[in-house]
């Protein structure tokens, strides 16, 4: 018998440091896998933000190193403009890029740095334990909001990212995608492709959001969690290429 | 003839796999791993069609296919 499917050489053999049945795990496998058929592990440098997401590195089986809280796309601008040849990418979750690095994100952006930023979109902030994130849906319950985000008590509208950078002149590549079913996945996995393709080509800032899930804060199991993202989360962050101008010109 | 591998190092029994095998070979067992969960259990008498949607989900990378 032959193997048809096996995991990543660029993840270590270790377990990730995630609940279960957290699609961040995922998400950072689609990546391994990315830069396995690219052939970059040598040559790659992931920047990790803080938050659930930064427990990547110790999965990771290539360089990568961490930054401040939201800072991840300004340390990036440094490291990818000094080694111009390498694969520079951060790992963000949505507190990290919405809150305290939304000046970061959207000054990376507009400048139209040559690198990838992947979004992991939960909506929650998972590592402190729950509170409500810039993109928490309406109604969602989080420890700071415990009846539910409510915009008429002060609590704001959830943040789409994906919308927000592609309406920047110069990023080149924006999508947001899912990793609820493996169809989904293998889609994010393209995305992911194309993002570090269009890097490597010197075209310019690549963006990918991805919907990810937390069973341990929504307070519902991994699989119930899956159905909420199919229920809820699409009806606010519809799936879809926002910007994609490596056609034109 | 295919089937899956699962690695129980890395298994936390999420139930994800289960929850999408369209062949029902994927089940919980009463194996637990050195982190404390109980570990996914491929049931051979089961046919297993290589799909792949086990693996390509499956949060930690525990799940390898074979055909």
Redesign the interface.
């Known amino acids: 018998?032959?193997?048809?499917?096996?995991?990543?050489v660029s993840?270590n053999p270790v377990?990730?440091n995630?609940?279960?049945?957290?699609?961040?795990?995922?998400s950072q496998?689609l990546l391994c896998d990315v830069i396995d058929e690219l052939g970059k592990q040598e040559d790659t440098i992931a920047v990790m933000p803080i938050g659930c997401s930064t427990m990547g590195m110790f999965a990771f089986d290539f360089e990568s190193l961490g930054a401040c809280h939201g800072r991840a796309p300004a340390v990036a601008t440094g490291v990818k403009r000094t080694a111009p040849e390498k694969l520079v990418f951060t790992y963000q979750g949505d507190g990290d890029i919405g809150y305290i690095g939304f000046s970061e994100i959207m000054h990376a952006a507009n400048r139209g740095e040559n690198f990838t930023v992947i979004f992991a979109n939960n909506g929650t902030f998972g590592m402190t334990g729950g509170q409500m994130a810039p993109t928490t849906l309406i109604g969602q319950r989080a420890t700071t909001a415990p009846l539910g985000r409510d915009p008429s008590y002060g609590q704001g509208m959830p943040i789409h990212m994906s919308e927000l950078v592609a309406s920047l002149p110069l990023p080149v590549y924006v999508e947001r995608c899912s990793?609820d079913?493996?169809a989904h996945?293998?889609a994010t996995r393209k995305a992911i492709k194309k993002a570090f393709d269009i890097q490597l080509a010197g075209k310019g800032f690549s963006f990918v959001e991805i919907l990810t899930n937390c069973?341990t804060n929504w307070g519902v199991?991994?699989?119930q969690s899956?159905a909420w993202i199919k229920e809820k989360t699409y009806t606010e962050y519809p799936l879809g290429v926002y910007k994609d101008i490596t056609q034109e010109g | 003839?295919?089937?899956v591998e699962i690695?129980a190092?890395?298994c936390?029994?999420?139930?994800?796999c289960e929850?999408?095998c369209p062949k029902g070979v994927l089940s919980l067992g009463n194996e637990v791993n050195a982190?404390g969960?109980n570990i996914i259990k491929a049931d051979d008498t089961k046919e297993c069609i290589?799909c792949?949607?086990c693996?390509?989900?499956?949060?930690?990378?525990?799940?390898?296919?074979?055909?």
């Open positions: 018998m032959e193997k048809i499917y096996s995991r990543p993840l377990a990730f995630y609940c279960p049945g957290c699609l961040h795990g995922t496998k990793v079913t493996p996945a293998n069973p199991s991994p699989v899956i | 003839m295919a089937k690695t190092a890395y936390k029994g999420c139930l994800l929850a999408l982190l969960y290589a792949q949607q693996a390509v989900i499956c949060p930690e990378g525990a799940i390898e296919v074979y055909k």
